[in-house]
């Protein structure tokens, strides 16, 4: 019995390494294959694939109105991969599962921007903008409504501006949080969260303190509800032209996961 098993054994590590070796091979090969020049892919191409790829170039001339050497230029970055497919029987028409007109006009297709592909600062910027216009609009309604409210030091224009776009910041990086990179609906750890909410407050507390001094006031003025109503709305006007410029996809309101 012990004999038995111990062959049994070493049939399965052996099974293991040839399994090991043809997966090392074969990244080898792939290696190898993406180290070749376009000149040399395309004498390793089958006839099939060659024809494929001449009426796939000769449809990029004549849809996307290319030059010759723009559309080999497109080709040429298809080639590693669909060599490799060609290797594991998978010609051109099945790997991309369009004819050569079809995928031509997905290539000239512009694609579309994800959330993937838009950088931290971008969505923060946009973020503090939208909240720094939301809490300004609010306390310059407030204004227009309750005179007396201009007494209040918390309504100066910079306090609003700073809790604006560290609202903004926070909040940006708590949706990162929530929606990391590569998974959807993960729960936060409530230590990260109370870290974070914490530092939040004590920049705030921070930012009302100095702000407060008497000093500093010059620079905090409590402006009328109306001035507030209008940078209210150059503020989300700047973040239009913002998200417009870079277009931005998605919203602190409208979190999208950033899997890429």
Partial sequence: MAEQ???????VDNNKQ???????????????????????LRKQLSNKNADYIFRLQKELEE?????????????????????IAQRRGQPASTYYNMSPKLKAADLLMPKKKTAADIPFWQYAVDSALLYVAIFVGIFGVIGLFQPN???????????????????????????????PAG???????WSKLLL??????????????????????????ILPGTVNVVIAAVAYGIRWYFRR?????????TPSSRSK
């Fill in 5 to 11: 098993k111990n062959e049994q054994e070493a049939k």
């Fill in 245 to 253: 410029h870079y277009e931005i996809v998605g919203s602190v309101f």
């Fill in 18 to 40: 040839e399994k090991l070796k043809e997966k090392v091979a074969s990244h080898n090969q792939e290696e190898e294959i993406r180290q070749m020049t376009p000149a040399d």
């Fill in 63 to 83: 849809q996307g109105q290319l030059s010759v050497e723009e559309a080999t230029g497109r080709v040429d970055a298809l080639l590693p991969d669909l060599l």
């Fill in 149 to 179: 409210a201009k007494e209040n030091p918390q309504m100066g224009i910079t306090t609003l501006v700073i809790v604006g776009a560290v609202m903004g910041v926070f909040m940006t990086k708590y949706n990162e949080w929530v929606l």
């Fill in 196 to 221: 974070g909410m914490g530092g939040m407050i004590l920049i705030l507390l921070a930012c009302f303190s100095i702000l407060s001094l008497p000093a500093l006031r010059v620079i905090n003025p």
């Fill in 183 to 189: 998974s959807k609906n993960k729960k936060i750890p």
